[in-house]
C-alpha cells in the first residue's frame, strides 16, 4: 500500500502562487511516474502534470509555462509549483501514483484563486 498526503493549498488572488507538496508513505519502493491532477466543482478530474523517477516532466497544455512539477526522491516527495494563478485553476488537486497496477490517490487539497 502507498499513503499519499497532499499539503499547500489554499485562497490566493489572481496572478499569485502556490505551491503544492504529496508525501508518499508505505510501499514507496519502485514508484516510478508520480502525477498531480484536479478537479473543479461540475467537472471530471484531469491530469495536470507527471513527473517520472527520472525527473522527466509532462504538463497539460493548460498550465505549460505556468506550472512546474518537481519531486525529491530521498523524501518520496513531488511538488507542483504554480504560479501565474489563473480563476480557472481553482480545483481540488490530487496526487496520484500507480504500483503494481493499483491506482493510489491523496485526499485532495482545494485551490481557490479569486479574480
Known amino acids: 500500500q502507498v499513503q499519499l498526503v497532499e499539503s499547500g493549498g489554499g485562497l490566493v488572488q489572481a496572478g499569485g502562487s502556490l505551491r503544492l507538496s504529496c508525501a508518499a508513505s508505505?510501499?514507496?519502493?519502485?514508484?516510478?511516474?508520480m502525477d498531480w491532477y484536479r478537479q473543479a466543482p461540475g467537472r471530471q478530474r484531469v491530469l495536470v502534470a507527471t513527473?517520472?523517477?527520472?525527473?522527466?516532466?509532462n504538463y497539460a497544455d493548460s498550465v505549460k509555462g505556468r506550472f512546474t512539477i518537481s519531486r525529491d526522491n530521498a523524501k518520496n516527495t513531488v511538488y507542483l509549483q504554480m504560479n501565474s494563478l489563473k480563476p480557472e485553476d481553482t480545483a481540488v488537486y490530487y496526487c496520484?501514483?500507480?504500483?503494481?497496477?493499483?491506482?493510489?490517490w491523496g485526499q485532495g487539497t482545494q485551490v481557490t484563486v479569486s479574480s
Open positions: 513527473i517520472t523517477s527520472g525527473g522527466t516532466p
Open positions: 496520484h501514483t500507480t504500483k503494481c497496477a493499483q491506482n493510489f
Open positions: 508505505g510501499s514507496v519502493f519502485s514508484i516510478n511516474e
